[in-house]
């Protein structure tokens, strides 16, 4: 399964990510992810695999979405829902604020 966290901008998601990827049991962090994609739908990052610039084996470094992944979105759950690299894979959507109430609300 897919654990998507939704949420706007500068709202804590990269901050939480690495406590959010232990709590759902997820493999990977995929931050920053567009439903809409570059041209093919897919994630890309060209960057490092970093959080808040520490190394982190965690952080996707490019490729689709898979089983496993903790995937950080700015976007509306309408476009996430509608999303052509989801089509067929198993995945839930959580407000960012959701997703830390599950963490007992510390952020």
């Not at 992810?33 to 897919?42: I, L, V």
């Amino acid at each position: 399964m897919i654990i998507i966290i939704q949420g706007p901008p500068a709202c804590g998601k990269t901050r939480n990510a690495e406590r959010l990827r232990r709590h759902f049991g997820c493999q990977r962090i995929v931050d920053g992810w567009s439903a809409r994609g570059h041209g093919s739908d897919k994630y890309r990052r060209t960057e490092p695999a970093t959080l808040y610039g520490r190394p982190n084996p965690a952080a996707a470094l490019s490729g689709p979405v898979r089983s496993g992944d903790l995937v950080l979105t700015t976007d509306t759950p309408d476009a996430i829902f509608g999303a052509k690299s989801l089509q067929g894979q198993s995945f839930s959507v959580l407000s960012f604020e959701a997703a830390m109430a599950a963490l007992g609300g510390q952020g």
